[in-house]
C-alpha cells in the first residue's frame, strides 16, 4: 500500500478515487511524517462475514434466558 502525503492526496483525489474504484489500490495518508487515514476500497460483506461476527459475540444469559421463556410459550397451531 503506497504512501501519500496528504497534500499530494487533496491534489490527485479523483485519481487515487479512481484506483480504488477501477483497480482495488490502497493508500496510506501521511501528514508530517504520521499516518493519519488510510483510503481502500469498502469491502461488502457476505452472510458467512455476519455469521462469523456473530459467533465471536459472547452472548448475553439474560436473553438467552428469555429467548427460552418465549420459545416455551409457544403454542403450535394446526394448519387447513
Not at 36 to 50: F, I, K, M, N, Y
Request: aromatic share 4%; glycine share 8%.
Amino acid at each position: 500500500m503506497p504512501d501519500v502525503t496528504a497534500t499530494e492526496a487533496s491534489r490527485r483525489f479523483a485519481d487515487l478515487l479512481d484506483g480504488v474504484e477501477h483497480r482495488g489500490e490502497r493508500y496510506t495518508i501521511v501528514r508530517r511524517g504520521h499516518v493519519v487515514a488510510e483510503l481502500a476500497p469498502v469491502h461488502t460483506g457476505s452472510g458467512s462475514d455476519a455469521k462469523a461476527l456473530l459467533r465471536r459475540q459472547e452472548l448475553d444469559g439474560e436473553w438467552v434466558e428469555e429467548l427460552a421463556s418465549l420459545r416455551h410459550g409457544l403454542v403450535a397451531q394446526e394448519r387447513y
